[in-house]
């Protein structure tokens, strides 16, 4: 069964920092593109940080640039987003995707189940 499943996610104060993890199972990531979305309650799912198969490209929304950073371990099968200084703006739940191709400007193969990020003020 192909599956991603995030974890990291809780609560933290505003400034604060986490590192949600995708891993995935029932394939091997390291030919497809990863991505990371959010979903604020009320709001739609929006992009926030795409990487290339070889990690050799990477693209984030405008709102977490220079705050969030997303990497990937083929060997390990994982993605991660690394998230500084966080804002009560970044309060969602996070999806990890795969997407079909090496690129992430392609159609998504896979969702994750999502993982809750509150940032209290």
């Known amino acids: 069964q192909v599956q991603l499943v995030e974890s990291g996610g809780g609560l933290v104060q505003a400034g604060g920092s986490l590192r949600l993890s995708c891993a995935a199972s029932?394939?091997?990531?390291?030919?497809?593109?990863m991505g990371w979305f959010r979903q604020a309650p009320g709001a739609e799912r929006e992009f926030v940080a795409g990487?290339?198969?070889?990690?050799?490209?990477?693209d984030y929304a405008d709102s977490v640039k220079g705050r969030f950073t997303i990497s990937r371990d083929n060997a390990e099968n994982v993605v991660y987003l690394q998230m500084n200084s966080l804002k009560p703006e970044d309060t969602a739940v996070y999806y990890c995707?795969?997407?079909?191709?090496?690129?992430?400007?392609?159609?998504?193969?896979?969702w994750g189940q999502g993982t809750q990020v509150t940032v209290s003020s």
């Open positions: 995707v795969a997407y079909y191709s090496g690129s992430y400007h392609g159609p998504i193969q896979v």
């Open positions: 029932g394939f091997t990531l390291s030919r497809n593109a």
């Open positions: 990487i290339s198969w070889s990690s050799g490209s990477t």
